[in-house]
């Protein structure tokens, strides 16, 4: 399935993770996922969510600059040793570059490249855009 990943750019400091995620929340917006990295002074964090509009709009209204904004697949992968190697070098053999992954809950994957339709094709899923 397809989905919507957010990602903003925010102070590395306490608190600032849990004012986005409030903020989406109040919006009434569904976290489906995230994930979030310090790197020096700097925090980074996407959001797979349920309504992109409102989540930008939730982002934006606590001064955030949607950095990035793009529709990824989100695939249940079986939970089994070695099985995130296979999926990755199905896309590696198809010449894809991931632009982003994450697991999202049990053995849901997300996986964002510049080619859905390709990426879909690789893993052997339908391609079924995100409303």
């Known amino acids: ?48 969510v349920s309504d992109r509009t409102a989540a930008r709009g939730a982002l934006e209204r606590l001064g955030h600059r949607v950095e990035r904004e ?15 190697g296979r999926a990755t070098q199905l896309i590696a053999d198809a010449g894809i570059n991931l632009t982003v992954s994450y697991v999202v809950g049990g053995s849901r994957v997300v996986f964002g490249a510049d080619d859905l339709p390709a990426l879909e094709r690789a893993l052997g899923v339908k391609e079924i855009a995100a409303t």
Do not use: H, Q
């Not at 849990?18 to 569904?30: E, H, N, R, S």
């Not at 793009?70 to 992968?77: F, I, K, N, Q």
């Open 70 to 84: 793009m529709e990824v697949v989100v695939e249940a992968l079986s939970d089994e040793t070695g099985e995130l």
């Open 1 to 48: 399935m397809r989905a919507w990943n957010l990602s903003v750019a925010l102070p590395n400091r306490p608190g600032e993770l849990a004012k986005l995620a409030t903020a989406l929340g109040d919006a009434k917006v569904d976290i489906e996922g995230f994930f979030a990295v310090d790197i020096e002074d700097r925090a980074f964090a996407s959001f797979l």
